[in-house]
């Protein structure tokens, strides 16, 4: 166990090595400065090799007296062969290290992410969370207590959740704001919550972001440890990595946490963490999967939508989906009118709002919306349940369904099924069965 600090005695490393031991010490734990000799080095005849070898850990030793003034853990010096990336890599794997700590100047804006860089190749392939550090002051005050802000990007993924876990661990030092963001892209999340089918690309939509803002706090509503939590949305137009830093520097955030996929060769052109690593100006911690088990919350269904056609089977979902409603939940009633054939897709396509969508005649959609409320059962009043009720359009009923669920966040979908088999199967469809396969969410099916 321990932390690993690569140096060479740059101004860089040497800033990374005041971060690694302020670490070791708010962590209690060891230090190892490490120095890679280069393949080259070691072909030297064996009197220049020991004269190399007796310089380096002269100035080893004169760094760890350097660092005492950081840290009151261990520090241990260490001189290794090889090429750089690996050899560090290789030893944190064998010390069971918790950390690697390098130090980076960054490479600037460049059109394309360098492929090169020894942080950049260390982080691609670690099994180690890797801190690349552009300046420690920070680090050194939230060890003082100054606390620190970060930010993180989030897409659902095991890796999002292992950056979000090692955050919780510096929470539990000291004081670390974290601002949870999500890098959209306007077509992708417009189809998500099922809004206008016209929209700006380099535009943000403020409902759009509002959505995203909410699903983020539901999906992580608070961390272990101590700071502030901030949820935050960024419209992107090309690479993510792009707008994530953009939005750190406005945040004014200190350090960028990034999990990755471990991706290597090319497809790191496309990798947040390789670009993250090349352009950013601040520190940036790149966080593998660790592998805990995802913390699995207790389930709540305090929001329900349910939708009926008004045939007899269809109606059959409704007593059920407030049967599994908490009390003082909210059940959307929903009914789905498709908009099919030219005119619905060519008014689909030219009007700027899903709102504008073939209007029901507002006498049809009362009338509709009556029927709605008619079916609520009359235990919705002792569970104090709040009753909504919705007519969805769009040209695809279970996909409708699968967007009005997202965007009113519920819980769970309740729909009932014919339970068609074979050639009816075959020749009908199943909206029940592409909802369960569209959706994202829970759906509870009614047999008929």
Same mark, same amino acid.
Request: net charge positive.
């Given at each position: 166990m321990g932390i690993v600090c690569g140096i060479d005695f740059s101004t860089w490393s040497s800033s990374a090595a005041v971060v690694a031991a302020t670490l070791a010490g708010r962590l209690n734990d060891r230090l190892y400065l490490v120095h890679v000799l280069e393949p080259h080095v070691e072909?030297?005849?064996?009197? =220049?090799?020991?004269?190399?070898?007796?310089? %380096?850990?002269? +100035?080893?030793?004169?760094?760890? #007296?350097?660092?005492?003034?950081?840290?009151?853990?261990g520090i241990e010096a260490v001189v290794l062969p090889g090429e750089v990336a690996d050899a560090i890599r290789e030893f944190a794997t064998n010390k069971k290290a918790v950390l690697i700590v390098v130090g980076s100047a960054g490479h600037g804006a460049g059109a394309l992410v360098?492929?090169?860089?020894?942080?950049?190749?260390? =982080?691609?392939?670690?099994?180690?969370?890797? %801190?690349?550090? +552009?300046?420690?002051?920070?680090? #050194?005050?939230?060890?003082?207590?100054?606390?620190?802000?970060?930010?993180?990007?989030?897409d659902d993924s095991e890796a999002s959740m292992s950056a979000l876990r090692w955050l919780e661990k510096l929470?539990?030092?000291?004081?670390?704001?974290?601002?949870?963001?999500r890098v959209?892209?306007?077509?992708?999340?417009?189809?998500?919550?099922?809004?206008?089918r016209r929209f700006s690309y380099t535009d943000p939509d403020p409902r759009v972001e509002g959505l995203i803002e909410r699903d983020l706090k539901a999906h992580v509503p608070e961390l272990e440890g101590k700071g502030e939590l901030f949820y935050?949305?960024?419209?992107?137009?090309?690479r993510v990595a792009d707008h994530l830093l953009e939005l750190a520097e406005a945040e004014r955030c200190q350090v960028v946490v990034v999990g990755t996929h471990g991706r290597k060769g090319l497809a790191r052109m496309w990798s947040v963490s390789a670009a993250a690593l090349h352009l950013s100006r601040m520190s940036v911690a790149v966080v593998p999967p660790d592998g805990a088990p995802a913390r699995v919350a207790q389930p709540r269904v305090k929001r329900v939508l349910v939708t009926t056609d008004f045939s007899k089977l269809g109606n059959a979902a409704v007593p059920w989906a407030f049967a599994i409603a908490e009390p003082g939940a909210e059940v959307y009633l929903t009914h789905v009118t498709l908009t099919t054939g030219i005119a619905g897709e060519l008014v689909e396509q030219y009007l700027p709002s899903a709102d504008l969508l073939p209007q029901v005649p507002a006498r049809v959609e009362f009338?509709?919306?009556?029927?709605l409320r008619a079916l609520t059962p009359?235990?919705?009043?002792e569970k104090g349940i709040v009753t909504r009720t919705e007519v969805i359009r769009g040209p695809n009923a279970a996909q409708a369904i699968a967007e009005a669920a997202e965007r009113v966040?519920?819980?769970?979908?309740?729909?009932?099924?014919h339970g068609r088999t074979g050639f009816s199967r075959t020749v009908f469809g199943s909206v029940a069965e592409e909802v369960m396969t569209t959706s994202r969410k829970p759906v509870f099916v009614v047999r008929g």
């Open positions: 072909r030297m005849d064996p009197p =220049a090799f020991a004269k190399v070898q007796a310089l %380096l850990h002269e +100035r080893l030793n004169g760094e760890i #007296v350097r660092l005492k003034e950081f840290t009151q853990a360098k492929l090169g860089g020894s942080s950049e190749r260390l =982080a691609s392939g670690c099994d180690v969370p890797v %801190l690349v550090v +552009r300046e420690p002051d920070s680090f #050194v005050g939230w060890a003082k207590g100054q606390g620190l802000r970060a930010i993180v990007g989030f929470r539990k030092l000291a004081p670390v704001d974290v601002v949870l963001s959209y892209y306007q077509d992708e999340a417009h189809r998500q919550y099922g809004l206008s935050r949305a960024k419209l992107a137009v090309g009338e509709v919306a009556a029927r009359s235990s919705a009043i966040a519920a819980d769970v979908i309740v729909i009932s099924s």
